[in-house]
């Protein structure tokens, strides 16, 4: 029996086309601004989902919903989130798979999707709901559970997650994901996984089911008596320092922070989500903070006696595994929509949106403002990084293999405030940190949370895709390239013009120096032939990612030098086409290299060991880890 609605009309559609059709009227709106929630569906299909949302794809067309292709379904949630982050969490993209290997190709991207507090609607096919065959193809049988099925591999990192086995019962599952898509606290991947069979039944709608609906994306403003004790623990401090982290730009509070810092002289430290928060050359920057972060902000980190945790988790990175923070009496204050993230190291609460937060706050403040030797220390220390920053990125010899961070020092020179640029591994995030010099709130996406190998192909196609007209770079290295470079396949089809960098270092050179520093030696991280004891330390491998991402249907441009590289930069951001640029790096050596690691990073060191490597970075982990201190 069909149940009665308001209007008592109704619309006879499959499952599939009823969700297509819902998503396409589902809309956000904060600040007055309002974006479609589901821009458009990546997919790729199998016998799971060809003839239930690809079917359903088709006769809407691409006006209700627009449809890009990709190569790999991993990709597609990178390409999602990529889309999802430039739009500022307003705008999405759903991603749909078949049954089996493509269902359970989605679980890293969605893990980065939820790390990352980043909106992406899943929609892996499933086995029949039915069950008129018992194995289907790529089913995982499993004898204690009649229910479970691959797609059970999303829950732990989906933020919300339903199993559709029954058409009515798609009402309430999709309106509780979109309520978590545009949830700006819970907000992160959302799976609806859809039995094959259900997608294709059909079932009478109610009408009101496909009504326009504008979600509101709140901005909670703080506790009258939380704002009070953060003011009063401001005032009663002498060396405060703020944290500025992901969640200053997923609240638009970029302008607010720079008018909070301005008005009280109190200095900003970035995290490498936070990074661009404020433009690098404003009096109260720092860089980044932690174990990838500047001299200045950890040394200003390891003397504050308050901490101003605005819109960061304080992960490991940015706390240098807990040893950052020395001074005896530190106090943390914890501005976070999340009372999860803005109680973290016993810290005063000030749980609201950033953006109206740093505003209360600094009207709470009016008058207040730290002392201005402290002040004027901090930009001395500030100008003397930069002239470090200056010599690392040097490149005096035109003639030269460029260094890694003369890399980034010729793409410095090049970009503007229109051009972003995009990482997630190896070693180019530490480097990033330390010597970008961002211009622009959007300048600098870094992929930490997840720091997902991949990541940066396909996230730079999502981003061009919600910037059209501004220059897009993936900045990768081979190890990374080598994981996930098929997206540039799908960057050719649509006429997308990212610009690609691959600096190639024959192998795993992050993790090989990280190897080397903990006892390891440096094994199984070299791209090479093996040697004959055994090794991997034969001659490099001839492996041509040039040819291969020609191959692809990249325009592709080696460099040899750093005259060449100049050139290649030039050309590959005026190019309106896919381009990649490619170039071999050298080591730096110890004088003109990138300064090192300003703080800790904790990864254990095996307490007993016969190689003497081994043994002494033992000593040197346990000279560091006991600086750890619990913060209560």
Known sequence: MTPTTG????????????????LGSQYTERDGRRSRLIAATWGIFGHGNVAGIGQALLESGPEAMPFLQGRNEQAMVHAAVGYARQSGRLSAHAVTTSIGPGATNLVTGAALATINRIPVLLLPGDTFATRPADPVLQQLEV???????????????????????????????????????????????????????????????????????????????????????????????????????????????????????????????????GKGALPWDHPADVGGIGHTGTATADALAREADLVIAAGTRLTDFTTASSTLFREPGVRFLGLNLDPYDAHKYAARPLVCDARVGLEDLRDALSGYRVDPGHVSAYKEKKREWELLVDRACAAPDEDALPTQAQVLGLLDGLVDDTD???????????????????????????????????????AAIGVALAAPGRPVWALVGDGTYLMNPTEMVTAVQEGIPVKVVVLDNHGYASIGGLSAAVGGEGFGTAYRFRALDGSYTGDPLPVDLAANAASLGMVVICARTVRDLRKALAEARASDRPTCVYVQTRTPDTVSGPPPAQAWWDVPVAETATRAEAAQAREEYDRQAAQRRRHL
């Open 7 to 22: 209007t008592g009309r109704y619309v006879r559609l499959t499952v599939a086309q009823a969700l297509v059709r819902f």
């Open 143 to 273: 004898p204690y559970a009649g229910d479970i099925s691959v797609n059970d591999t999303l829950r732990p990192v989906s933020r919300y997650f339903d199993r559709v086995t029954r058409p009515e019962a798609l009402i309430p599952a999709a309106l509780q994901a979109v309520r978590v898509l545009t949830d700006p606290v819970r907000t992160g991947a959302v799976t609806l996984a859809l039995p094959q069979d259900v997608q294709a039944e059909a079932y009478d709608w109610p009408e009101e089911f496909f009504a326009e609906r504008v979600w509101s994306v709140r901005r909670p403003r703080p506790d009258r008596s939380e704002l009070a004790h953060a003011a009063e623990a401001v005032r009663g401090c002498a060396r405060p320092l703020i944290i500025a982290g992901g969640g200053i730009r997923h609240s638009g509070a970029e302008a607010a922070l720079a008018e909070f810092a301005g008005a009280t002289g109190i200095p900003v430290a970035s995290t490498q989500a």
């Open 420 to 458: 972003i640029l995009i990482n997630a591994a190896g070693s180019l995030p530490g480097d990033l940190h330390k010597l970008w010099r961002t211009r622009s709130r959007d300048q600098y996406h870094v992929e930490y949370g997840y720091s997902c190998m991949g990541y940066e192909i396909p």
